[in-house]
């Protein structure tokens, strides 16, 4: 049964709090020694990510005992009623290992359609985004809107690329090279929440990026379309979270945006039938 707790309201402050306490966590640690685990050949986790992830778990099962969670170092964690918490505890880990001052912690809840509260903290900045299903998205408390921008070559675009970016360079290395020759610039900061926490604020006219996995985008996704931008499939298809090539933009710049992903999803297609 639904509980006071359980509204998209009081959802977006339980993932607020959740997120500012990790982030503490990560800040603390950031200037000292840090200990690298690798994952695979370039994929790494470092002790911040799990001690992040673990005062994480920790709130979230006591706030809501039985709602599941899936989380990106432990997994997932199976709960007895409809929502599922998505976390990412340290989004932006290779930064961190190299002590750039660049990462995040991002935290998002679904229910049946859909995620419906989320937030992103950058504890080096003190930056606070989040959102609720139709009740806008904010940063630090005040309303964001996605950039208004119309043209491409005014726009500030973002990408990154997967930790297996040796292994299928096509889609990721093909799309930047066609649109960094578009934009005004593109950047790659190494971190997929706060990307599209940009998006959301206006700072980032659009951003693309293939390869993501559902905590990195959960939180992201909800803030752009709360702050008014258009956040889709790279083909154009509805946004899911378990689908991570993503396109996000503000709502004016989107068809061209589109128009561009699909002439490049089309051509690599033609291309790869020979
Ligand atoms: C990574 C970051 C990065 C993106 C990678 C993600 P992590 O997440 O979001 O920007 O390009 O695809 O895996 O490992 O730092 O949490
Ligand atoms: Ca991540
Ligand atoms: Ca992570
Ligand atoms: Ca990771």
């Not at 989320?118 to 996605?146: C, H, W």
């Not at 298809?237 to 128009?259: E, I, N, R, T």
Request: glycine share 10%; proline share 5%; aromatic share 8%.
């Amino acid at each position: 049964m639904a509980q006071d707790s359980d509204t998209p309201a009081a959802l977006r402050r339980t993932a607020e709090e959740g997120a500012r306490m990790a982030g503490r966590i990560l800040r603390e640690r950031f200037p000292q020694h840090r200990t690298i685990e690798f994952k695979g050949g370039i994929d790494l986790v470092t002790d911040a990510d799990r001690a992040s992830e673990a005062a994480l778990l920790d709130f979230l099962r006591e706030r809501h005992p039985h709602h599941a969670i899936l989380a990106e170092e432990s997994g997932a964690w199976q709960g007895t009623d409809t929502f599922r918490w998505l976390v990412d505890p340290l989004d932006g880990t290779t930064n961190y290992a190299h002590q750039v001052p660049h990462f995040c912690v991002s935290v998002a809840v679904e229910g049946p359609e859909g995620v419906i509260a989320g937030a992103v903290y950058d504890p080096m900045l003190d930056e606070l985004f989040s959102a609720a299903k139709g009740e806008g998205a904010t940063l630090n408390g005040r309303p964001i809107q996605a950039s208004p921008a119309e043209h491409l070559e005014r726009a500030l675009l973002c990408t990154g690329f997967p930790y297996d970016v040796r292994e299928r360079p096509d889609l990721p290395v093909g799309l930047f090279t066609q649109l960094i020759l578009l934009a005004q610039g593109m950047r790659r900061t190494g971190s997929a929440a706060l990307d599209l926490a940009y998006v959301a604020a206006g700072r980032f006219d659009g951003y693309f990026e293939f390869g993501l996995k559902p905590w990195d985008i959960a939180a992201g996704g909800l803030l752009v379309a709360e702050a008014g931008g258009v956040i889709v499939h790279i083909d154009g298809g509805p946004f899911d979270v378990l689908k991570g090539d993503v396109l996000a933009s503000g709502a004016a710049l989107h068809p061209l945006l589109l128009a561009q992903a699909k002439r490049f999803l089309a051509e690599l297609h033609w291309k790869s039938r020979d």
